[in-house]
């Protein structure tokens, strides 16, 4: 087995954590201090501009200049070395990648710890350790770059289309349907429906992944901030718009067919459900079959919509017909 600074350091630490438990500001110090190069000295950012003058010019326009610019900060939180830790080893060698922390050298998951020490505190990546993209190994720096995003907004690798399609190629072609979410045009974005950084457990399709899905106020489908006139709550809900989720029946990037359906035509998609099996519901006989008066042979009876006009929920019908 071999053994780094890193482990012995992580062990003093844990040790200490124990000792100080009764003492959560020497625990906070502990852990606020940056990972692996403990006990060196902090140079300030001054010193850096000297070796590294092209990351040093643009730093300014950066989010991260906030701490320089307050002068406020502690020494392990400003500047450069809030996230490369203490300088001084580096600069008495002039150099090198191991005098420092090398974001280049470091394993996938010290990344995330390094981010979330000061980025931890947020509703929106609550959920980042556990989410797909961190369990895959994508971590903070294979979509943010620190020192060459193209707009210093979100520090963004690229702009966000052309960076989720960078892995994501199927849904470039899923948002190149004749009936689509315009994202490639610019008018939605990925991060209106998901988040990124993990999702909390839907609370609509429960028993399916979330597949970090994001969720709007109320723990709703994010479909509903924009499309809010399917909100409710109605005197009729149909209960697979609530229950199931929207995506039972619209595909949610693009589709072959209009209104962006699961389905061609639109009473091969209600019949999946409204087919006489199955017995839960109202009446505990499942989703009820269409009365003998629907005659499917008859292209009338085909189209239900132009009856069941307000399909996703009604407060006047409970057939929803108005
Ligand atoms: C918010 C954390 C953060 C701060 C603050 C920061 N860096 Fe970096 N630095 C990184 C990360 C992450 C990388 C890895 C490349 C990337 O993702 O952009 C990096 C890469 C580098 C590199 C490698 C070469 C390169 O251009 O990518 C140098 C040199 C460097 N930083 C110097 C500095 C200096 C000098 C400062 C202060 C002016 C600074 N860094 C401030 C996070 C930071
Ligand atoms: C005396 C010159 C000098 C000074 C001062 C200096 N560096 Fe460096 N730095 C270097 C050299 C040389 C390298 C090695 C580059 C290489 O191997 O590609 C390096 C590498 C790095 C790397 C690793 C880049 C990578 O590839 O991941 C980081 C991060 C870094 N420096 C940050 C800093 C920070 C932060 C400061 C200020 C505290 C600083 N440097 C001050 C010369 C210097
Ligand atoms: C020392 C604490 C600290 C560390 C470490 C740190 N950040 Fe930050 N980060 C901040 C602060 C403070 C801001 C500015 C917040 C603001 O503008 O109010 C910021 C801003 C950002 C922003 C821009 C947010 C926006 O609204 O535009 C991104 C993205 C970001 N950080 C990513 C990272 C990544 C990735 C890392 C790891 C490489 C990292 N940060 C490490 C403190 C830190
Ligand atoms: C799969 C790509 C991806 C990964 C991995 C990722 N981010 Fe982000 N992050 C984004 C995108 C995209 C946005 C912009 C969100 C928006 O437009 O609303 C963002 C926004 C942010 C913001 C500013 C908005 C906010 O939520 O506060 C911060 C800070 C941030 N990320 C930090 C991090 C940190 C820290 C990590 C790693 C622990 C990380 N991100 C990992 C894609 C990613
Ligand atoms: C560096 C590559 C990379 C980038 C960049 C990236 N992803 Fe991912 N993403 C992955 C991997 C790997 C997985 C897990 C495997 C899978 O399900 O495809 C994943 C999973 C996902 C999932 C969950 C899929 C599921 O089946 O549960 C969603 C949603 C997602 N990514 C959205 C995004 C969005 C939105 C962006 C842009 C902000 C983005 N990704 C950027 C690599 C990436
Ligand atoms: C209109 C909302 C919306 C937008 C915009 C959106 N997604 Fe999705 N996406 C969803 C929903 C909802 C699901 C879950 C579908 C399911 O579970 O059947 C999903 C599933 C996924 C999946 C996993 C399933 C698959 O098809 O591989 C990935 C990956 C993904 N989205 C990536 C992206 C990327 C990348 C973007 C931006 C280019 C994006 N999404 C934009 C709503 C959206
Ligand atoms: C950011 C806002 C936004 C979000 C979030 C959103 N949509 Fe949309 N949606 C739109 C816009 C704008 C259109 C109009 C399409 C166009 O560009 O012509 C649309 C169109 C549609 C259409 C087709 C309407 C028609 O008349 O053909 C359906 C169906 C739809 N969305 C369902 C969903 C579902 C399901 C979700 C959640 C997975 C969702 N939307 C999330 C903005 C949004
Ligand atoms: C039971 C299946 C079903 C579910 C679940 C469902 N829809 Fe629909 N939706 C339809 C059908 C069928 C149409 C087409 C209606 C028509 O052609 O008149 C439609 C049409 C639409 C339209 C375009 C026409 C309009 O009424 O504005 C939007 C937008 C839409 N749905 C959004 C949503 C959203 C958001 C959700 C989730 C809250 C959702 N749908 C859930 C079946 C469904
Ligand atoms: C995912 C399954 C599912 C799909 C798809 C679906 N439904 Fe339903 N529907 C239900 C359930 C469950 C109920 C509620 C049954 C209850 O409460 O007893 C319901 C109720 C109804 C009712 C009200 C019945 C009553 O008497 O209360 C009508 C009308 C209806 N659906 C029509 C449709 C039409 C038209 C479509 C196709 C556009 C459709 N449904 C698609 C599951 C579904
Ligand atoms: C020409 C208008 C019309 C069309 C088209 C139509 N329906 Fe209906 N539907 C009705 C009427 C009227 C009722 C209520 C009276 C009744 O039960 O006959 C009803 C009732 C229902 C009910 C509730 C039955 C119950 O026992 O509560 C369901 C479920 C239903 N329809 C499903 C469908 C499906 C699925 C389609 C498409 C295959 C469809 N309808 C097409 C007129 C229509």
């Given at each position: 087995m071999r053994y780094s600074w890193g482990m012995l350091v992580g062990g003093v630490r844990g040790a200490l954590g124990r000792l100080f438990l009764a003492c959560p500001a020497a625990i906070f110090f502990l852990l606020a201090s940056p990972a692996g190069v403990d006990g060196a000295d902090y140079v300030g950012s001054n010193v850096c501009r000297t070796c590294h003058p092209n990351v040093y010019s643009t730093f300014f326009r950066n989010p991260h200049y906030k701490s320089i610019a307050s002068g406020r900060e502690t020494p392990a939180n400003t500047g450069c070395e809030s996230c490369h830790g203490p300088g001084q080893d580096h600069v008495a060698a002039r150099?090198?990648?191991?005098t420092i922390v090398a974001f280049s050298q470091l394993a996938p998951e010290k990344v995330v710890d390094a981010c979330l020490r000061c980025h931890s505190q947020t509703l929106s990546r609550a959920n980042i350790r556990r989410s797909e993209h961190t369990q895959r190994d994508v971590v903070c720096t294979n979509c943010h770059s620190?020192?060459?995003?193209?707009?210093?907004?979100?520090?963004?690798?690229?702009?966000q289309t052309e960076l989720c399609y960078g892995c994501h190629s199927s849904v470039r072609a899923q948002f190149s349907?004749?009936?689509?979410?315009?994202v490639n045009e610019g008018s939605v974005q990925c991060t209106d429906c998901h988040n990124p950084h993990g999702s909390f457990a839907a609370t609509w399709n429960m028993a399916a992944r979330p597949r970090m899905v994001d969720q709007v106020e109320?723990?709703?489908?994010?479909?509903?901030?924009?499309?809010?006139?399917?909100?409710g709550p109605f005197v009729y809900e149909h209960a697979a718009v609530r229950v199931?989720?929207?995506e039972t029946c619209h595909m949610p990037h693009g589709s072959t067919n209009p209104r962006l359906l699961?389905?061609?035509?639109v009473f091969t998609l209600c019949l999946e459900c409204h087919n006489g099996f199955a017995n839960f519901g109202r009446r505990l006989d499942g989703p009820p079959n269409p009365s003998p008066t629907h005659n499917l042979a008859d292209p009338r009876y085909q189209n239900c919509t132009t009856c069941h006009v307000r399909i996703h929920g009604s407060n006047a019908s409970q057939v929803f017909f108005r």
């Open positions: 150099g090198g990648k191991a620190i020192h060459s995003a193209p707009a210093p907004k979100f520090l963004l690798a690229k702009q349907m004749p009936f689509k979410h315009r109320g723990n709703e489908e994010p479909c509903l901030k924009c499309h809010v006139d399917k909100r199931e989720g929207c699961k389905r061609p035509v």
